[in-house]
């Protein structure tokens, strides 16, 4: 596997950072996940975007321009050898003597990329679903910023998997749905499918705006807006987004099914459409110029 680390490529062996990283010691710096499909970049310029709100959130400067950002995802995608693959990018404060304060002055970020073969969900996990648990959401108030922080974000998918589920839908002050440990949730009532409001308690998923999108497409009724607990635990369907696991259907929720505890009418359907979406858009869109921003 070929990575990159601040401004070479190299095989993953070869990668080596101080242990005074400011990554290491303090988590600070920020990431982004970016599918590739027939080495095309997804979305590239939301996944920039979404990168620069991050950056900002932390205030660290963007180490490079969108041009210099996609031509070294684009080498990155043609030195490594999968067709589908998912891009893991991550920008940390840079090595300094350990102090919580930014280092005065600035030093160096760090930028490293790396590579992995994108395997979507197998026939027989999209014929079951998932199951997921519920906890409290006991992260920060900026979810909205991909931090490389994750501990919370680690202890709550442990829960998941601790529990032999998938995943662990967030619950905030006992009240409303956020998100999953790492993932967006939708909820299907009555047909209509439900999606929480972007704000600072959840990421804002590139796959969250595509499944979106293709619901305002295709006349699938939809809103956002905030979702109560109880409708999470009364929802006809559930559905769980990431760019590394597309659109998956939920069907059990602390031990008990979600509607009918089978895959829904809503999902079947979403499903189709994002295969459709991946076969004739994201499959063939051209990524970004070369040198664009
Ligand atoms: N995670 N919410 C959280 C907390 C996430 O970590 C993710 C993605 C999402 C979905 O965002 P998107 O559709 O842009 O992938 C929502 C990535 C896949 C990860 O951390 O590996």
């Known amino acids: 596997m070929t990575v990159y680390l601040n401004g070479q490529f190299m095989p993953i062996e070869e990668a080596k950072i101080s242990v005074l990283d400011r990554g290491f010691i303090f988590g600070d710096g920020v990431y982004e996940v970016i599918p590739v499909y027939s080495r095309k970049a997804f979305r590239l310029a939301d996944h920039l975007r979404r990168l620069q709100h991050s950056l900002d959130g932390i205030k660290l400067a963007n180490p490079h321009s969108n041009g210099e950002w996609t031509d070294l995802i684009n080498e990155l995608i043609a030195r490594n050898a999968a067709e ?7 920008i940390t404060r840079g090595v300094a003597k350990r102090d919580h304060a930014f280092p005065n002055p600035p030093v160096k970020p760090t930028v490293f990329m790396m590579s992995n ?20 959401d006991n992260r920060w108030l900026r979810c909205d910023i991909k931090a490389i922080a994750l501990l919370p974000n680690v202890l709550l998918r442990q829960m998941a998997v601790d529990a032999g589920a ?20 939708f909820v299907v009532k009555n047909g209509k499918l439900l999606a929480p409001p972007k704000d600072n308690l959840m990421l804002p998923g590139i796959t969250y705006d595509v499944v979106l ?26 559905l769980l987004t990431s760019s590394t696991k597309e659109v998956l259907a939920i069907t059990q929720l602390d031990g008990k099914p979600v509607g009918t505890g089978k895959p829904g009418a809503v999902f079947a359907k979403l499903h189709k459409l994002y295969q459709d979406f991946k076969r004739d858009v994201m499959r063939q869109q051209s990524p970004l110029p070369p040198g664009e921003g």
């Open 84 to 90: 589908d693959q998912y891009l893991y990018l991550h």
């Open 117 to 136: 073969p994108l395997l979507t969900a197998p026939a027989a996990l999209l014929h079951s679903g998932v199951a997921c648990i519920t906890a409290p």
């Open 166 to 185: 998938a995943e662990t839908i967030l619950i905030r002050d006992n009240a409303f749905m956020t998100e999953g440990a790492a993932s967006n949730i």
């Open 213 to 238: 999108e293709i619901a305002a497409a295709n006349g699938i009724p939809h809103e956002v807006r905030k979702i109560g607990v109880a409708e999470v635990f009364a929802a006809d369907e559930l």
